[in-house]
């Protein structure tokens, strides 16, 4: 997995335009910092040599505090401006849309079935084809989040009751790490998402595999899981399609107000707790158990009811669902 988040590693076209940014502010900042000591060490000296020569405040005031940045900062906003017409238009037409809805600390993808239209709903993951012009269509479900992929795009803030857009274009295959950028609370430093850019025939086999139902619990142990999560009344706040669909709780809680991610395909994820920690039984046992011992203020609630047979098969049976 590629953790690096980074506007130094650019991997799509408008990634590469705002490297071209930082680079011209880091060099810029660097040598005007340069002066300005250059400058301090200057009068220091002076003053130490006690150098009669009469110094002309108004020539500095004028050169340095109003020629100098008007001539700079007009020169940066005519390059900037001229730069950022390459940017890509933030638009859905003619481009793959898909759904995100940030949620504390998490994040709800969703995509359309091309086959049937109907939603597949997913998790903390955002899987793109590559060198395909991607719109992600954003919204927020609590507070402003932002979301932000530093090697493919700049940051787009996600406001409740408003859907605002952000397009991504990744220029080669790869797993590019993205992360809230706008504080959202106790959790905002722990979620992170991952945009994984996949060869056209590969994303439409993983979108084939993500519309199809959980896989059958065909084993004792995964009976045993399975059995665990309906009777913890997990379906509550998460779902699996194929096993909770029907279920009157489920019935009575909109998709839009569902509190847990949908967990159809979870053992498919990088990860858990959007980017806390790597996916697999173990990690899965220990966030069910007690999850706000691993991301305190999380809404999920201990399962400190179950047993170490059952908790495991549990774990087992989440792990299963790929």
Excluded at 92 to 101: N, Y
Excluded at 110 to 120: L, Q
Excluded at 155 to 169: E, F, N, Q, S
Excluded at 278 to 297: E, V
Aim: glycine residues 10%; charged residues 20%.
């Amino acid at each position: 997995m590629n953790d690096i988040q980074s506007v130094l590693h650019p991997a799509g076209a408008d990634a590469a335009i705002i490297h071209q940014f930082s680079w011209v502010l880091f060099v810029g900042g660097t040598v005007i910092f340069v002066a300005v000591m250059a400058l301090l060490a200057l009068g220091m000296r002076r003053g130490m040599q006690k150098d009669t020569r009469p110094v002309r405040p108004m020539w500095w005031i004028f050169g340095g505090g109003i020629v100098f940045p008007t001539v700079v900062l007009t020169a940066l906003l005519t390059w900037s401006t001229w730069r950022s017409i390459d940017l890509a238009p933030q638009t859905s037409h003619k481009a793959l849309t898909i759904s995100v809805t940030g949620k504390m600390w998490w994040w709800e993808v969703r995509y359309r079935d091309p086959g049937t239209g109907r939603e597949i709903v997913s998790a903390n993951e955002i899987v793109i084809p590559v060198g395909e012009s991607v719109y992600l269509g954003l919204t927020s479900s609590d507070v402003i989040h932002s979301l932000w992929v530093p090697s493919l795009a700049g940051k787009r803030d996600m406001i409740p009751g408003r859907v605002t857009g952000l397009t991504l274009k990744a220029e080669k295959p790869g797993t590019y790490r993205g992360q809230c950028a706008e504080y959202c609370g106790e959790q905002h430093a722990r979620m992170a998402f991952h945009v994984i850019a996949l060869p056209r025939a590969e994303y439409d086999a993983w979108l084939a595999r993500q519309a199809a139902p959980a896989l059958a619990a065909d084993t004792q142990v995964l009976q045993r899981g399975k059995t665990a999560f309906l009777e913890q009344r997990c379906q509550a706040c998460h779902t699996i399609r194929g096993v909770t669909d029907g279920d009157n709780m489920q019935q009575q809680i909109a998709d839009t107000s569902r509190l847990g991610p949908d967990l159809t395909h979870v053992g498919s994820r990088r990860s858990i707790g959007a980017g806390t920690l790597d996916n697999h039984r173990g990690t899965l046992a220990g966030w069910i158990a007690d999850p706000q011992a691993i991301k305190p203020g999380v809404f999920m609630p201990p399962s400190q009811d179950l047993d170490g047979e059952t908790l495991r098969a549990l774990a087992t049976y989440l792990e299963h669902l790929k």
